[in-house]
């Protein structure tokens, strides 16, 4: 079986090549692959490149396959596998598989599996660590989307706060508490907008700052104020640009007591420095976002640390319990982490988009690995659409979806498009 993928050599040196895969073995599996979005952590391993923690040492000769969030198909099951997976079934892989103590995953360590390609060998390691996942859902999308949403039900979960003369923590975030978002409207600050509004365990009070009003208003017009009510949650978005005290501002909307839980969503020292000035008594906060500089630092006050009983957790990635409940929300319809994804590409664009992540404004870059397509953003699908009625008919569909990608855009753009 032939495949094409991105293959990483080393920093910066992507390559978009078609080679032969070797017959699975039988407690291997072939899968192909649908779709895949792009993540900043793959911005990182290929700024990297053999230095990155998860990608071998001898990368420049034996290449890995990148991206380690996708969903496809599965083609053929090794014998050891039989009774457990069947060729059609939807998949989705939680890529962190902690395998051995070693830091190996799919997307940054192997040589026939990542998500930036259009077919796969599964290895033995994912199957025996139950990270293969079977999804059900009708769009594929939805299922590459899976990872970034365990992200942040991990995320969640690993909240904590105690009782006064008890060692035992209460995981979650406070039911019915304060719950800020500090840098909330980027991607992974709207999913967790939506896991906060809809999953069981709800704040009362949801604030989301950020310091750019248009990145506001979408995220207002996604998740309003008054859908929030209706999930008996009162919603409010916060630009903190121009406001002189912002601790004094994000308190006053407490009535003063401050925030049972707040996550920050970038790594960003006055940032970090205003959560920490924001909780309340037995607060939590999670610093989300992953910083590049491994001497990343910020001052916290530990005085409160001490008799004010402030926490500080970090989440990288979610488990495979919260991949399993992300797949699950998403196919009853609880979630839909849609509104991440602002572009959509083919295989081919995946080696420029990847380098210049950080200068591409938006959020999710979702690539059909199968399809030759340009990145294009959602937004520019009515001008592109003028010349080219592809986009045309896409810029309809994904406008009856409150402009978000859908299910109904994926499908219309693989029946249109001529697969590699």
Sequence with gaps: MKTRAVRLYGVNDLRVEEFELPPIKEDEILAKVITNSICMSDHKAAEQGASHKRVPDDVATNPIILGHEFCGEIVEVGKKWAGKFKSGSRFS????????????APGYSFRYIGGDATYIVIPHQVMELDCLLPYEGDAFFLGSLAEPVSCIVGTFHAMYHTNAGSYVHEMGIVEGGNLAIIAGVGPMGLGSIDYALHAER??????????????????SQLYSPQEAAKNGVKLVYLNTKNIADPVSA????????????????????????QADAILAQ?????????????????????YDVHYSSHHIVGTSGGNTDDMRESLAKMEKGILNPAVMVTHIGGLD???????????IPGGKK??????????????DFAEVGKTDPLYAELDRLVKKHNGLWSTEAEKYLLSQCKED
Aim: with cysteine; hydrophobic share 45%.
């Design 366 to 379: 979702l690539m059909y690995t199968h399809l030759h397509l340009p990145l294009v953003a959602i937004a």
């Design 349 to 359: 664009a995946v080696p420029q988009s990847v380098i210049n992540l950080p200068s």
């Design 250 to 273: 994000l308190k006053d909307l407490t009535g003063g007591k401050g925030y049972d839980d707040v996550m920050v969503m970038a790594p960003v020292r006055p940032l970090v420095e």
């Design 282 to 302: 037995d607060g939590c906060l999670n610093f989300f976002a992953g910083p590049n500089k491994s001497d990343f630092k910020a001052e916290l006050n530990f």
């Design 202 to 219: 709800k704040p009362g009070l949801l604030v989301v700052t950020d310091i750019d009003d248009a990145r506001l208003a979408r995220a």
């Design 93 to 104: 892989i939680q890529p962190a598989l902690n395998y051995q103590g070693t830091l190996d």
